[in-house]
DNA sequence: TCACTAATAT
DNA sequence: CATATTAGTG
């Protein structure tokens, strides 16, 4: 009984969604990647294909190969509608299906042709996470194996999802198909106690703390500026930032963080302006110290740029900073972006008032990556203050700096990265409070590594990150590497954080990398 | 009920 | 410290 047929009860015996076999079929191989990624990251096991009638023949070969099966809707060979009834008919999985756009009657379409869900590109991690309860109402549904289902480890699901944050709505799916089933397990106890761990699955999913990278943080604070600081809220926030496993209690989180450091520093502000330090020292920061970040902050108003100076230290840093300087405008340059210029700068203030020059309204859709699309992203770059900073030197003296930079990035990087963790941070922290706009941390600083430097935000960013993030299909493409060393300590909790690295590290060629990714 | 956020816990 | 979780409020 439990076995045969399509659902192999393992899946729910073991007791947790973990292991659900996922065909994803997508013609678009992109999105085939950032789906099996994401799947994966749900301890899902994946399948993928590119074509709707290699995907059936996979389904024909083995009708019970398969949990569920995710599709696209518009491919080449097979509309995915087709595909649907032919797997609604042949082999009876539950079939999602997906599309770019949410038009109601396509949507509609779907749903009767069997489709159990449909969810809209970009997916979210949290609509991904869910996709098991699919698999366990149809075999309800069917009335098999309520037995097995008792077994089934709903607290693990819960912790499942739970770590998933999701908790809003999709999970009322989910709770309300427990309760009917469960009348033996409680959902109360489930979620009373649970210390627990996650599933085993194999990738031990740890406990899933985020990380605001670099990365995040900008999508964070472009969410706010296009939101505006006043009206602000977090989930507003989320929204924007579109960021699949990130919850309104993040979110919340950050902002509360975020706040305070925007009081502290409009604090600090009121109170000197006048530091205006004017001197600097431009580079002999020896103390990354305490003193050297407060000035720098103090001076100008941008925030933003302020941050991305603190840089500790070591002329590493600086030069860092000065590298990425230059390798961003590079990038700029390079990259058919309509606003760079408008770029430049946007402080503080603007940030607080919102600045959304540009307009764009829409936010970053992940949805192409290959899109880039910081043209349309507001950003604010850094800049400035040359002054205060060492750092700053870097403004002056781009030319150098880059090209210093191209070929030192890659070396320095490491070796900031050491000295900092050796170091103790205590740059660390100052930056950070300085800044708390961007990088936090080393792993800030070793993943993105700065394009905070910059200004902290990079157009490019986030776009790019995203985009890279969110698939790591370029890993095939990588611009010539790979993660070279950011490990552990940088986990993220979603799928997408590595590639942030990769394109840090490359740096070398931004140029390169730009012109493969965005152009063509 | 939901979202926000200050406070507090980890 | 940074982030998570809680609890009180609207």
């Known amino acids: 009984m439990e076995n045969n047929g399509c659902l192999p009860c393992t899946t729910l015996r073991e007791g947790f969604p973990a292991g659900l076999r996922v065909l994803v079929v997508d013609d678009d191989p992109t999105w085939l990647k950032i789906l099996e990624k994401m799947l994966k990251k749900c301890s899902y096991q994946v399948t993928t294909c590119c074509l709707a009638t290699e995907a059936l023949k996979k389904l024909r070969e083995r009708k019970d190969a398969f949990d569920i099966v995710i599709s696209d809707v518009n491919m080449p060979d097979m509309n995915g509608f087709k595909l649907l009834e032919h797997v609604g008919l042949e082999m009876d999985l539950p079939v999602i299906m997906m599309s770019v756009d949410g038009e109601t009657s396509r949507v509609m379409k779907g749903v009767q042709h069997g489709a159990c869900d449909y969810l809209l590109k970009p997916v979210r991690m949290k609509e991904l996470r869910n996709i098991w309860q699919h698999v366990l109402r149809k075999r309800i549904h069917e009335g098999r194996e309520f037995e097995s289902l008792e077994g089934f480890d709903f607290e693990g699901i819960h912790h499942f999802m739970r770590n998933g944050q999701d ?45 605001w990278s670099v990365d995040l ?51 600090q502000r009121d109170q000197k302006c006048s530091s205006s330090g004017t001197k600097h020292s431009d ?19 941008n925030v933003f740029s302020t941050d991305n100076l603190r840089c500790p230290n070591n002329g590493l840093l600086q030069l860092h900073e000065a590298d990425f300087r230059g390798t961003v405008s590079e990038l700029n340059n390079i990259v058919p972006g309509p606003n760079m210029t408008n770029v430049s700068h946007i402080g503080l203030d603007q940030t607080f008032s919102s600045l959304n020059s540009e307009g764009n309204s829409e936010v970053f859709d992940c949805t192409l990556p290959t899109q880039y699309t910081w043209n349309q992203v507001p ?41 900092l963790m050796g170091n103790d941070l205590g740059l660390k922290t100052q930056e950070f409070d300085a800044s708390l706009s961007l ?28 985009f890279l993030l969110q698939s790591e299909c370029y890993d095939d493409m990588n611009f010539g590497m790979h993660n070279i060393e950011m490990p552990e300590y940088y986990y993220d909790p979603g799928l997408i954080a590595d590639v942030p690295n990769h394109l840090f590290y490359d740096s070398a060629d931004y140029s390169l990398v730009d012109q493969s990714l965005f152009i063509a």
């Open 439 to 466: 990088i936090p941390d080393l792993e800030f600083y070793q993943q993105n590594l700065l394009w905070g430097g910059e200004g902290g935000f990079s157009p490019l960013d986030e776009d790019l990150h995203f």
């Open 167 to 211: 908790q809003c709505c999709d999970d009322v799916s989910l709770f309300s198909l427990e309760d009917c089933i469960s009348s033996t397990r409680k959902r109360k106890d489930a979620d009373n106690k649970h210390g627990e761990r996650e599933f085993g699955d194999s990738s031990s999913t740890k406990k899933a703390r985020v990380v």
């Open 283 to 301: 580079s002999n920061p020896k103390d990354p110290g305490s003193s050297t970040l407060k000035n720098s902050m103090n001076k100008q108003q």
């Open 217 to 267: 943080h900008q999508k964070f604070v472009q969410a706010v500026n296009q939101i505006g600081l006043d009206k602000v809220g977090p989930k507003k926030i989320l929204d924007l930032m579109n960021v699949p496993w990130l919850s309104r209690e993040n979110v919340a989180s950050h902002l509360q963080k975020y706040r305070l450091y925007l009081s502290r520093l409009q604090r």
């Open 379 to 419: 950003q604010r770059k850094l800049q400035d203050d040359p002054k205060s900073q060492s750092i700053a030197s870097m403004d002056s003296s781009p030319s150098a700096a880059s090209s210093i930079a191209s070929s030192a990035v890659e070396n320095i990087i490491p070796a900031q990265s050491k000295s």
